[in-house]
């Protein structure tokens, strides 16, 4: 069982699209990352969000406690978008640093 | 200060062979993790110190894999006996604080082939 669902699992966009990629996981959290992955591995952290919403730039990521979802946006898409996008959930009762991560979503931006 | 650091980033190594990979954390930073990705798949949590103590384990490290972390500052991670199954990336991922939650940083990885 995988307790962090993304979804889709690869999403092909043109250049300028909006873009949305889901998470859905299913029990209470205390908090929940956004990471990107490019190829060659490394992970940069986008958000980490509890409630509500943040923006960074083009970024935008929501949760909705209540629905246990969260969206990552990316408005006006850009060919070096194109990367792995990971949510990944603190759940209650787990101890920190022990993160539970989706399989990803493979993004790619055509120009 | 530039970040996680792991080394190295490739390592390629016959089976039954010992690999050591070390990671370096910010400085400031008394929290450190260790994941292991494999193709496809998400980063599966392996072990995490609060400065010097190991304070969780995974149920995937196996007694073929050791973690230390000294003095509180880098870390490595031993395998042993290295199996086919054990090629992956390996992550290392720091983050400062006493909170339930902080906000982790991650290191360029190191991807291990074992052939």
């Known amino acids: 069982k995988n307790e962090v669902e993304q979804s889709p699992q690869n999403l092909t966009a043109q250049e300028g699209e909006f873009i949305t990629i889901n998470c859905s996981y299913s029990v209470g959290i205390s908090a929940l990352h956004w990471l990107q992955q490019h190829p060659g591995g490394g992970i940069v952290s986008l958000f980490m969000?509890?409630?509500g919403k943040k923006k960074h730039g083009r970024l935008i990521a929501t949760i909705n406690i209540q629905e246990k979802h969260s969206s990552l946006h990316i408005t006006a898409s850009h060919p070096r978008d194109s990367a792995v996008y990971i949510c990944a959930a603190v759940y209650y009762g787990g101890s920190q640093g022990n993160l539970i991560f989706g399989k990803g979503t493979k993004l790619s931006v055509k120009p | 200060d530039t970040g996680v650091s792991q080394d190295p980033r490739h390592k390629i190594t016959k089976r039954g062979q010992n690999v050591t990979f070390r990671c370096d954390p910010i400085?400031?930073?008394?929290?450190l993790y260790w994941y292991r990705q494999t193709l496809g798949q998400g980063p599966e949590f392996l072990t995490y110190f609060q400065n010097e103590a190991q304070l969780e384990k995974s149920r995937l490290l196996s007694d073929r894999f050791s973690a230390e972390r000294p003095k509180g500052s880098f870390s490595t991670l031993e395998i042993q006996r290295t199996e086919q199954g054990d090629s992956a990336m390996y992550l290392c991922?720091?983050?400062?604080?006493?909170?339930?939650?902080?906000?982790?940083?991650f290191g360029q990885g190191t991807r291990l082939t074992v052939v």
């Open positions: 400085s400031e930073h008394n929290r």
């Open positions: 991922a720091s983050s400062k604080g006493t909170g339930r939650v902080t906000e982790a940083f």
């Open positions: 969000l509890s409630s």
